[in-house]
């Protein structure tokens, strides 16, 4: 049978592709960008790539006409001010769109709304839900609240405020209780809701088995961290003023922080676990859930980081429009030295950024992740989502991958820090040279008068980048002092 799946290249979807797959399913993957699709080369012969946007009628032509079932996990909330008619307008495309196929079945995962008062946000899973069960189909509707899992957007922000912060002075909304469920129960859920009638034109409440207060959960993550914090909660702080404090001290985008702290002000506790009786499913505890999480960043196992898709940066582009560095009126940065090893300087590349850094001057590149925070970007409180492997699409710090090749021995990276301008970031192996290159598009006179005061960072951080890259023998001693 051959399933449709929206979303292929985000958080949840990256974790249901394998478990479809295993299940015996050919799977349609709908992706915007082809560049950002990487999925492992064991699933590929099962799969069918589709280009595919939503808010684009013709793309939709090509959605095949033998498809069984589908799955709508695609959410706009931070990729623009007017997400709410964006969404609308998607959910209405794709309704259509299934108009000309055989579809049976289709599965949507919405967030929990029992809440006479919403937020924007989950007014608009709503409306989607509502435009959504119009069609010629079964449908079902999956509510979730707080998603935990290894690189979920909740788990990294209450990370980020647990093991960052020993004291915490937290606006009333950490008072508002949720229901939070661990990811392998959120893709059990969606796997096994698959074609059962039973689930058919319904829409169900999915959580675990603890209903909590955000500040619960945030000192039950410090117990299972062994982290003793202590959690003040103030009633003056208003939603900007939460934003703003979530923004700066986690990592995710000011637009986002805004979405998500009005919607942490409305519960969100399933109405039953009715679902859990049909499918025969026992969710994790939060306490479990986290340990799950932990045991796959451990082993270094993070199928899918929120990171990674381009909410994280409030940017919303094609990476096959900035694959290609320009050359013309643009400033450059080229620097070459020759490699004492090769696969040693590769490796070097591939574990640049998170926790590893950027090999020279890291202060320099902190304090530039500072500003750029204040300014409203990312800064570096991204890293990385494995600290090894990278792919086309990933984020590392405040850069966006765009081309990686291992065997081939380069990598290219476009900036979504906030500039006057863009900037490339490029490592390429030649014979037995690196070749750096820094590339900086500017954007008016502002944008020159950026690449030149900053011009004399450069000489300093990249020249040092790159004889750390170069310098086998160096890593060698580090890795024995180590």
Not at 54 to 77: Q, T
Not at 302 to 319: E, H, R, T, V
Request: proline letters at 4%.
């Amino acid at each position: 049978m051959k399933i449709l799946l929206t979303g292929s290249t985000g958080y949840i979807g990256k974790r249901l592709l394998p478990v479809l797959i295993e299940l015996g399913y050919e799977v349609v993957c709908c992706v915007r960008d082809i560049e950002r699709f990487n999925p492992p080369k064991s699933l590929r012969k099962n799969i069918t790539i589709l280009k595919l946007d939503l808010l684009d009628k013709a793309s939709l032509e090509n959605v095949p006409e033998d498809i069984d079932g589908a799955y709508y996990l695609v959410h706009s909330m931070s990729s623009s001010e007017d997400y709410q008619s964006l969404e609308e307008t998607s959910a209405i495309n794709f309704r259509e769109a299934l108009k000309k196929t055989k579809v049976k079945h289709v599965i949507y995962l919405s967030g929990i709304i029992n809440e006479k008062q919403l937020s924007k946000h989950l007014s608009s899973r709503k409306n989607v839900e509502i435009e959504l069960s119009k069609g010629d189909y079964n449908f079902t509707t999956l509510r979730a609240g707080i998603i935990i899992g290894s690189g979920s957007a909740s788990f990294e922000i209450i990370r980020d405020l647990v093991e960052k912060l020993p004291v915490m002075v937290t606006p009333k909304w950490l008072q508002t209780k949720c229901q939070p469920i661990g990811i392998t129960n959120v893709i059990e859920f969606l796997s096994m809701s698959l074609f059962n009638p039973k689930t058919f034109d319904q829409n169900f409440d999915i959580g675990g088995p603890d209903v909590l207060s955000y500040k619960n959960m945030l000192l039950g993550f410090g117990k299972v961290r062994n982290l003793k914090r202590k959690i003040f909660i103030v009633p003056i702080m208003t939603p900007k003023l939460s934003s703003y404090w979530l923004y700066f001290v986690t990592s995710t985008s000011y637009k986002l922080a805004t979405s998500l702290v009005h919607s942490m002000k409305i519960e969100v506790v399933c109405r039953d676990n009715r679902l859990n009786t049909i499918l025969g499913i026992s969710p994790l505890s939060y306490e479990d859930s986290l340990k799950k999480a932990f045991d796959k960043i451990e082993n270094n196992e993070i199928i899918s980081s929120w990171k990674d898709a381009y909410s994280s940066s409030g940017l919303d582009f094609n990476i096959s429009d900035f694959i290609q560095v320009p050359y013309f009126g643009c400033f450059k940065d080229s620097r070459t030295r020759l490699i004492e090893n090769r696969k040693s300087s590769i490796e070097k590349i591939w574990s640049i950024g998170g926790n590893t850094g950027w090999y020279y001057g890291n202060w320099l590149w902190k304090i530039r992740g500072f500003i750029d925070k204040l300014f409203g970007g990312v800064g570096l409180r991204r890293g990385r989502t494995n600290p090894s492997i990278i792919n086309v699409g990933d984020s590392i710090d405040f850069w966006r991958v765009l081309y990686s090749n291992k065997k081939e021995g380069r990598l290219l990276l476009f900036a979504e820090m906030k500039l006057p301008g863009e900037a490339w970031l490029e490592f390429k192996i030649v014979h037995d040279k690196l070749i750096q290159t820094a590339t900086f598009r500017p954007l008016g006179l502002a944008g020159r008068l950026y690449w030149f005061a900053v011009f004399p960072f450069h000489g300093f951080i990249f020249k040092g980048m790159l004889k750390r890259i170069t310098d086998h023998n160096k890593m060698e001693k580090q890795l024995k002092a180590a």
